[in-house]
Nanobody, 119 residues
Framework: QVQLVESGGGLVQTGGSLRLSCAAS????????MGWFRQAPGKEREIVAR???????TYAGSVKGRFTISRDNAKNTVYLQMNSLKFEDTAVYYC?????????????WGQGTQVTVSS
C-alpha cells in the first residue's frame, strides 16, 4: 500500500510563491514516476508536472517556466515549487504515483492540498 501526504498549500497573492511537498511511504519511491495534478472547481483534474525515477521532468504548458518539480529520494519526497502564481492556478493540488499524463494512469493519490491565489 502506498501513502502520499501533501503539504504546503495556502493563500497567496498573485505573483507570489508556494512550495508543495509530498511525502511518500509504503513503496520503493526512488523507482516511481511522481506526478502533481490539480483540480479547480467545476473542472477536470489535470496534470501539472511529473518527474520520472531518472529525474526527467515534464510540465503542462500553462505552468512551464513558473513551476519546478523535483524529488529527494533520500527523503521519499517530491516537491512542486510554484512561482509567479496566477489567479487561475487556484485549485486543489494532488500528488500521485503512476506514469504518463492522464489521471487514469496513476494508481495512488494523496488527499490534496488547497492553493488559493488572490487577485
Amino acid at each position: 500500500q502506498v501513502q502520499l501526504v501533501e503539504s504546503g498549500g495556502g493563500l497567496v497573492q498573485t505573483g507570489g510563491s508556494l512550495r508543495l511537498s509530498c511525502a511518500a511511504s509504503g513503496r520503493t519511491f526512488s523507482t516511481s514516476t511522481m506526478g502533481w495534478f490539480r483540480q479547480a472547481p467545476g473542472k477536470e483534474r489535470e496534470i501539472v508536472a511529473r518527474i520520472t525515477s531518472f529525474g526527467m521532468s515534464t510540465y503542462a504548458g500553462s505552468v512551464k517556466g513558473r513551476f519546478t518539480i523535483s524529488r529527494d529520494n533520500a527523503k521519499n519526497t517530491v516537491y512542486l515549487q510554484m512561482n509567479s502564481l496566477k489567479f487561475e492556478d487556484t485549485a486543489v493540488y494532488y500528488c500521485a504515483v503512476g506514469r504518463g499524463v492522464a489521471p487514469a494512469q496513476y494508481d495512488y493519490w494523496g488527499q490534496g492540498t488547497q492553493v488559493t491565489v488572490s487577485s
